[in-house]
C-alpha cells in the first residue's frame, strides 16, 4: 500500500537526531509492548507480514505523530482484532475474555532464549523459478498494489542491476494475506542518480532487496 | 513517528491500554508473563552492540575470519553463538578507503538483531527513514561523519530479511591492539554505518 509508512526520499521531516546514551526501552509500557508483540508470535495466531501491514493501516496522521511501540500497540491490537482473538469489548472490560483456541502453545519463559535464538525462516525450499540473473538490468514495475509491499515507492519505475540472488523466499506480499508464493529474492543495486535525477548524487548507489515479481526487463515497461 | 521524542510523556490511555492487553492476553493464554519479563531481560541485558563489536574486532584481526564474514555472515557470525530472530539471513559490508556502507529500513524498523540488539529511536524515526536514502552524505555529516566526494556510498534498504551489518574500517592508529581492546573501538553506530569506529565507546546497553 503507497502509506506514510513507505517514508525512503520524502521531505519536510527534519534532522535526524541521535540521543546519547539512549537506553533500550524509555519506559516500563514499551517493555511491555514489545514483548507481547514478540511472545504472542509463539502462538501462531498471525504472521510477520501480516503484523507489519497492520502497523501500516494505522490513521496516518496518528502513525506520523506516534512513537515506535504506539505504532505496535495500534497495530498488534488491530491483527488480533481482525483475526478474532480479541475485541474491543474485551479490553476495555465490558464484556468478559471469550476462551480462544490457539494453534500452538503460549511461550514459556525458560524457553525464550531458544526461540529467540533460532528465530524464523523466510527461505523456502523451492519456488518460481528465477527469470532474472546476477548482472542483469532490471526495472522495479511501477505498480501501487493496495495490500501489503515490499517494493518501496522511491524505486518503482527505476532501473537497476542484480548483484546477489538470495534464493527461493516467502513472499511478503502473498504472506501478509495468508499465502506464500515462495520466489527468487535479489539485491538490486541503484545508482543515486537513477533515483532522484540531478537531486542525486553520481557515484552514490542505494541496494534494495527486491522480489522476482516487483521485476521487469527495462524493455518491458508498459 | 516524526517526533519519536514522546517517549517520557506517552498518553496515559496509552500505558492503560499496553496494560489492559497484557492482561487481557494473559488471561486468553496468548502470552505468560514470565515469558515477557524473558524477552525484555533478553534485549535489555544479553543481546547488544557488544556482540557486533566481537564480530567486527575479530575480523580485523583475523584474515580467514574476515573472509568467512564476506563470504557468509550468518555462519560466521553463529561461530560466536549469536544466531536467530531478525538475524537468520546476515549479509556484511565492509567499509574501505573506497566504499562506505551505510544501512536503513525505510518501510519500518529491520535491524539485525542478533549483532546490535534493537534499534536506537533515531534509526526508526521518519527523518532517517526519509532521507538516508536521498541524501546520505547530508545525514553522515550530522553524525559528524563526513565522507570524502571520491568516496562511494552504498546505502542498503532492508527490505527483506536480510540484515546488514557494517564492517567499519579499523582506526588508525591501533595496529598494537589486541581483538579485546579493539572491541571496545567498535560503536553501535559504526556498524549501522553512520559512524566511524573508534569515535565513541560502547556504552553499556547502546
Redesign the interface.
Known amino acids: 500500500m503507497d502509506g506514510v509508512?513507505?517514508?525512503?526520499?520524502?521531505?519536510g521531516?527534519?534532522?535526524?537526531?541521535?540521543?546519547e546514551?539512549?537506553?533500550?526501552?524509555?519506559?516500563d509500557?514499551?517493555?511491555?509492548?514489545?514483548?507481547?508483540n514478540?511472545?504472542?508470535s509463539?502462538?501462531g495466531?498471525r504472521n510477520q507480514d501480516e503484523s507489519?501491514h497492520a502497523?501500516e493501516r494505522m490513521d496516518p496522521a496518528k502513525?506520523?505523530?506516534?512513537?515506535?511501540y504506539?505504532?505496535w500497540?495500534d497495530g498488534?491490537?488491530r491483527i488480533l482484532s481482525e483475526k478474532g482473538?480479541?475485541s474491543e469489548e474485551?479490553?476495555?472490560?465490558t464484556v468478559p475474555?471469550?476462551?480462544?483456541s490457539?494453534p500452538r502453545p503460549?511461550?514459556?519463559?525458560?524457553?525464550?532464549?531458544t526461540v529467540?535464538?533460532?528465530?524464523?525462516?523466510?527461505?523456502a525450499e523451492r519456488g518460481k523459478s528465477a527469470r532474472f540473473k546476477v548482472g542483469d538490468k532490471v526495472r522495479a514495475k511501477n505498480i501501487h498494489p493496495v495490500g501489503h509491499t515490499?517494493?518501496?515507492r522511491?524505486a518503482r519505475g527505476h532501473i537497476g542491476e542484480i548483484v546477489a540472488d538470495?534464493g527461493p523466499?516467502v513472499f511478503?506480499d502473498a504472506s501478509a494475506q495468508g499465502k506464500s508464493d515462495p520466489q527468487p529474492?535479489y539485491?538490486v543495486k541503484f545508482a543515486?542518480t537513477e533515483?532522484?535525477g540531478p537531486?542525486?548524487?553520481e557515484?552514490?548507489?542505494?541496494?534494495?532487496?527486491?522480489?522476482d515479481d516487483y521485476l521487469e526487463a527495462p524493455g518491458d515497461a508498459a | 513517528m516524526a517526533s519519536n521524542h514522546k517517549h517520557g510523556d506517552p498518553l496515559p490511555e496509552t500505558v492503560l491500554r499496553v496494560k489492559s492487553l497484557e492482561s487481557l492476553l494473559i488471561e486468553k493464554g496468548l502470552v505468560e508473563a514470565e515469558a515477557l519479563d524473558a524477552l525484555i531481560d533478553r534485549y535489555e541485558n544479553k543481546v547488544g552492540p557488544k556482540n557486533g563489536a566481537k564480530v567486527v574486532a575479530r575480523a580485523w584481526v583475523d584474515e580467514e575470519y574476515r573472509q568467512r564474514l564476506l563470504t557468509d555472515a550468518t555462519a560466521a557470525v553463529a561461530e560466536f553463538g549469536f544466531t536467530g530472530a531478525q538475524g537468520e539471513e546476515l549479509v556484511a559490508v565492509e567499509n574501505t578507503d573506497k566504499i562506505h556502507n551505510v544501512v536503513v529500513c525505510t518501510l519500518c524498523s529491520c535491524y539485525p538483531w542478533p549483532v546490535l540488539g534493537l534499534p536506537p529511536v533515531w534509526y526508526k524515526s521518519a527523518p532517517y527513514r526519509a532521507r538516508v536514502v536521498r541524501e546520505p552524505r547530508k545525514v553522515l555529516e550530522e553524525f559528524g561523519t563526513l565522507l570524502p566526494d571520491d568516496m562511494e556510498v552504498r546505502v542498503w534498504d532492508s527490505t527483506a530479511e536480510t540484515r546488514y551489518l557494517v564492517i567499519p574500517k579499523r582506526p588508525k592508529g591501533t595496529d598494537g591492539m589486541d581483538e579485546e581492546a579493539l572491541a571496545q573501538l567498535v560503536n553501535r553506530d559504526s556498524m549501522i554505518g553512520t559512524r566511524e569506529a573508534g569515535k565513541l565507546p560502547v556504552a553499556e546497553g547502546t
Do not use: Q
Open positions: 509508512h513507505d517514508m525512503g526520499g520524502m521531505h521531516m527534519g534532522p535526524v537526531k541521535p540521543e546514551n539512549e537506553p533500550v526501552f524509555h519506559a509500557w514499551e517493555k511491555r509492548m514489545f514483548a507481547m514478540n511472545a504472542i509463539a502462538v495466531v507489519r502497523r502513525y506520523l505523530g506516534s512513537s515506535y504506539e505504532i500497540l498488534l491490537i482473538v480479541i474485551e479490553l476495555s472490560g475474555a471469550k476462551p480462544v490457539i503460549a511461550l514459556k519463559g525458560e524457553d525464550v532464549d529467540m535464538d533460532k528465530g524464523g525462516n523466510y527461505i515490499r517494493l518501496p522511491y538470495y523466499h511478503p529474492l539485491s543515486s533515483l532522484w537531486d542525486g548524487t557515484g552514490d548507489y542505494i541496494f534494495i532487496d527486491l522480489w
